[in-house]
Structures are given as C-alpha cells and as structure tokens.
C-alpha cells in the first residue's frame, strides 16, 4: 500500500533563514510520482513540482530546491532564504504509475510558519 | 480562464440533511477527485473517477457519493449517512492515464452541519 507520511506537524522559523521539509514515502511500485503542494490561508492547493521515480536529479526552482532519495525514500524540499510569504501548510503527495487508478494520496502536511 | 470551479464557497447543512458540493472543470482532465481535509488530517480521498460514467471509492467513502455523467462535472453528496460532515471539501483534477498525474484544485468548499 502506499503511504506518505510527513512527520513535521508545524515549524516555525524566523525570516531569512532556510528550511527543510521532510517526505518519506512507501510504495511497493517501481514507477511512482511525487508532488509537493502548497496551502496558503486562502486554501487552494499550488502544484510546486513532480518528480518520477526515475529521476533522481535534485531540483532547484529559485528559492526553492527538493532532494528525492530513493535509497531512503524520502522527498525532501527546502526554501532558502525563507520569507513571510512562505507561510503555509506543505504537502507531498504520491501517485503509483503501476495500479493505472490515477490515484493520489497526501501526506498529513507540515504548516509552516516564518516570523518577521 | 482554465480551472476549477467549486461551488459554493461555504454551506451550511442541518443535521439529518443531504447536500450535494458542486465541481466543475474546465482543463479537459479525465480525471476528478474529492479530497476531505480536517485539522491535523491532511487531505483524505472520498472518491475519484478516471472517466465519465466510472468511478471509486477512496480511502472514505463512507456516507459520500458521487456521479460522473459529463467529463467536466463531478458532483459530490454528502448523504445524512455521514456521522462528521463538518469539513473543509477539495475537488482536483488530472489529466490521468500516467500523462501528467500531477492534480489541479479548486478553492475548495467549507461546509458546516448546524
């Protein structure tokens, strides 16, 4: 069965600083996809990125960098340089390719906090 | 503007009611999902659907359902069956079959049982 699980309930930071969001996962797949989400106070969820399991390669989007380990299942992001705007709740999610049910499941998310 | 609609934004619903959320997108996605999240929950999945008229249950079903006539629509009832209604309610979409999985959201709808 697959699972993710963020055990990161709430962090809190002070502006300028960066910080990392951990995501470890469970699949028995070998073709699997995962997502980070952003929710802001509004309450829609942001697509921030997709990673296969194919690729390992770290992504770097501005601020933004995420770590996917296979080895240790995890898929890890990290905001440098954190700023208030970065408050919100962060989810990472995961879809398996092999059951071909389209199904996404979520983690239960880290809300974020950045102090001025 | 491509996306998708949620509606209303908040719903109130007495005790012993059915309601039914609304879902509309308009991304040419065959894939739909409704997701429930609750405080310290995370998102769960009620139900999701990757095509018209064809559609299954998640992880909680239970006291929900669904319909999928048209490929853009996908409706969610909260039947009277359902102990705690009282949730913050996500519709998503995708275009499925492994194409892009990665899901798009609506605003969401808060619905509170009075």
């Known amino acids: 069965a697959q699972k993710v699980t963020q055990a990161q309930t709430e962090i809190s930071v002070v502006e300028k600083e960066d910080v990392t969001l951990d995501c470890v996962y469970e699949t028995r797949d070998t073709t699997y996809y995962l997502f980070w989400y952003k929710q802001p106070p509004s309450g829609e969820l942001v697509f921030l990125i997709r990673r296969n399991s194919f690729d390992e390669q770290n992504e770097i989007s501005g601020r933004y960098s995420w770590n996917f380990q296979k080895s240790t299942s995890s898929f890890n992001f990290t905001i440098t340089a954190s700023q208030v705007v970065d408050s919100a709740v962060y989810f990472c999610?995961?879809?398996?390719?092999?059951?071909?049910?389209?199904?996404?499941?979520f983690g239960k998310g880290t809300r974020l906090h950045i102090l001025p | 503007d491509g996306g998708i609609t949620q509606s209303p934004k908040y719903l109130f619903r007495k005790e012993g009611q059915n309601v039914t959320l609304s879902c509309e997108q308009n991304?040419?996605?065959?894939?739909m999902y409704w997701y429930r999240q609750d405080p310290g929950q995370g998102l769960r999945l009620i139900y999701y659907?990757?095509?018209?008229?064809?559609?299954q249950k998640g992880d909680i079903a239970e006291g929900y359902s669904v319909s999928r006539e048209k490929k853009e629509s996908f409706p969610l009832t909260v039947t009277s069956a359902q102990k705690n209604p009282t949730a913050f309610y996500l519709c998503?979409?995708?275009?499925?079959?492994?194409?892009?999985?990665?899901?798009?959201f609506g605003q969401g709808t808060r619905l509170t049982v009075v």
């Open positions: 991304l040419n996605h065959d894939a």
């Open positions: 999610a995961l879809s398996e390719e092999g059951n071909r049910d389209d199904k996404i499941i």
């Open positions: 998503a979409s995708s275009l499925g079959g492994g194409l892009s999985p990665e899901a798009f």
């Open positions: 659907s990757q095509i018209v008229n064809d559609f």
